[in-house]
């Protein structure tokens, strides 16, 4: 008798824990929505920083429903886990993995997009004397992205010119 006790008590306080880290999670997504809201009224125009910090809160958010699920299905169904209930957690947590995933990524080109427009604001403000390697890096970068944008301008020009030539030549044959 004092061991199902024990095991009700346990189930009772897992359900608890795994109630209030399910609610921590989407608290903190909707902390991400409230942030990114306050810096979209303050700059319409930085959809980087906006992405970037809804983006934080997401995966984090997500990461605390992972946790949730799996405490769930492990420690409250206990010895009653059935197949189905295995296979729809992996569902579940490999689609969040996914999400966590890409979003994450996202988030990482954000940062190295919002670095890059730092550094060139430096560069046209005049402040470049002192980078650090990261800067470097993204220096280099910058200049990578200026190489190709005067490249595409070239090739640009150049298919305007045969356009042009090409006009040309179907104006004469008429």
């Known amino acids: ?17 795994s109630f209030a880290i399910g609610i921590l999670g989407v608290v903190i997504v909707i902390i991400g929505l409230i942030d990114s809201l306050g810096i979209y009224t303050r700059n319409r125009k930085d959809f980087a920083k906006i992405r970037y910090v809804m983006g934080k809160h997401i995966v984090l958010g997500l990461d605390f429903l992972v946790v949730k699920d799996i405490l769930e299905t492990v420690f409250l169904k206990g010895s ?11 569902v579940i947590v490999g689609i969040r993995m996914l999400l966590t995933s890409h979003t994450a990524k996202g988030i990482q080109e954000m940062r190295e997009e919002m670095a890059i427009e730092r550094l060139a604001r430096k560069r046209l403000e005049g402040e470049i004397d002192d980078i650090s390697e990261d800067e470097e890096e993204l220096e280099a970068k910058l200049k990578e992205i200026e190489k190709r944008e005067k490249d595409l301008i070239l ?4 298919l305007e010119k045969k356009i042009k030539e090409l006009e040309a030549l179907v104006e004469d044959g008429d």
């Not at 009700?8 to 608890?16: D, G, L, M, N, R």
């Not at 886990?81 to 957690?89: G, S, W, Y």
């Open 155 to 158: 090739k640009e020009k150049k």
């Open 1 to 17: 008798m004092a061991f199902i006790e024990i095991e009700h008590t346990i189930q009772s306080f897992v359900h608890e824990i």
């Open 80 to 90: 009653d886990v059935e197949t189905m209930d295995i296979v729809l957690l992996v």
